[in-house]
């Protein structure tokens, strides 16, 4: 066959195309297991980074051994133990699947998800005495270009801020992008998400807060500046998530659950002291 005929021309073309798509495949499924292993290592990272945990020159994977995951009914607030593998589950891919989300109402929607899934993960930190001491919540919400994923940190009350960091977004540099800046992310630890009524107080307020404001200081957190629709965002995501469609049913009975097993543990201690007060009478 001529070297100048179309018909050698295309089968060249063809032969070629096939033996490079076959090469994209394979290193597509060769490499896949380690894009999981490292996608799953910058989750933790992201994490331990929230709650003020990162340890730099440690290793990431020995550093998440002290946190636990566990899967929440967003519904109920209650742990789910049956049903679903908590290892594997993920929470932006069953938004995705009608199945394992629900589609929220306009009126609830104020973080513009559309969809939210029906479980979603949290991560506990125990002290050495086996109590909370850090509470891990992920939250996402729309703001400018693109939907905010990150995770908020809760020390041991449940109320107050341990740390905030955002890991997947589109906003733009300099400006909603400032999320990033480590200098606006310590404005956060400190700040208290509830107000004496239980509503959600804690927000980015324009022009910069008061410092002897006590409500400023106590409650908010200087806007991102030049980025009006991406600080509307960052409040319009803490109030739902932290709110009574998010995660509010499970921080209460979480708070009940730690109350009670104070309660129990008091208990037997004040039956000691008492029976030590018996015996010296």
Request: with cysteine; net charge negative.
């Amino acid at each position: 066959m001529s070297n100048d005929s179309m018909s050698k021309t295309l089968i060249v073309a063809i032969l070629l195309c096939l033996v490079c798509s076959i090469v994209v495949s394979g290193a597509a499924v060769y490499l896949k297991p380690e894009q999981q292993k490292n996608k799953l290592l910058d989750k933790q990272k992201n994490i331990l980074l929230a709650a003020g945990m990162l340890q730099p020159g440690q290793k990431v994977a020995d550093q998440f051994k002290k946190v636990e995951k566990r899967l929440v009914n967003i519904e109920t607030g209650e742990y789910v133990s049956e049903g679903v593998d908590i290892a594997s589950y993920d929470q932006r891919k069953a938004k995705k699947d009608p199945k394992t989300s629900v589609r929220l109402d306009a009126e609830i929607d104020i973080a513009g998800l559309k969809r939210r899934a029906s479980y979603a993960e949290v991560y506990l930190v125990n002290d050495d005495q086996g109590n909370l001491k850090t509470l891990i919540l992920p939250i996402s919400g729309y703001g400018l270009w693109s939907t905010l994923y990150g995770f908020v940190a809760l020390e041991s009350d449940l109320n107050t801020v341990a740390g905030l960091a955002f890991y997947d977004h589109g906003e733009t540099p300099g400006l909603g992008g400032e999320v990033d800046n480590p200098k606006w992310k310590a404005q956060w630890p400190g700040k208290q998400i509830y107000g004496d009524d239980g509503a959600v107080k804690a927000q980015l307020k324009k022009g910069g807060i008061d410092p002897n404001n006590e409500t400023d200081k106590q409650y908010y957190v200087d806007a991102l500046s030049g980025a009006t629709l991406t600080s509307n965002g960052v409040n319009h995501l803490i109030q739902f998530w932290l709110g009574p469609n998010g995660f509010q049913p499970y921080l209460e009975k979480l708070a009940a659950n730690i109350l009670a097993e104070n309660v129990s543990q008091q208990a037997p201690e004040d039956e000691s002291e008492q029976a030590a007060a018996e015996v010296e009478m």
